[in-house]
């Protein structure tokens, strides 16, 4: 079971970037999905979080930029990043969540998102 990240690169700001994640093996089906963004120097954070009945949770710094997706016949999520701003820059991972405790019980490997102004 893996997961499979990509879609990063560098933008300017008020760009926009879509990642993706890809997951292989049943997790996916009975799980949360989220990604998080480590910023240089800083702890890893939850920016956008879907449920497995497709309801997204953002953070507040995010909200009405980014929206969270999940395809279920393909076992992707991907994460649509609008109006993207310098403090948006860092490593973003995928990672499948327990739907009950919350824990990330997967991570995959990051992508990294660099927002230049």
């Known amino acids: 079971v893996q997961l499979q990240a990509s879609g990063g690169g560098l933008v300017q700001a008020g760009g926009s970037l879509r990642l993706s994640c890809a997951a292989s093996?049943?997790?996916?089906?009975?799980?949360?999905m989220g990604w998080y963004r480590q910023a240089p120097g800083e702890q890893r954070i939850l920016v956008a979080r879907i449920t497995s009945t497709g309801r997204g949770h953002y953070t507040d710094a995010v909200k009405g930029r980014f929206t969270i997706s999940r395809n279920d016949a393909e076992n992707t999520v991907s994460l649509q990043m609008d109006s993207l701003k310098p403090e948006d820059t860092g490593v973003y991972f995928c990672?499948?969540?327990?739907?009950?405790?919350?824990?990330?019980?997967?991570w995959g490997q990051g992508t990294l998102v660099t927002v230049s102004s």
């Open positions: 990672a499948a969540i327990n739907r009950v405790s919350g824990v990330v019980e997967l």
């Open positions: 093996g049943s997790i996916f089906s009975i799980s949360d």
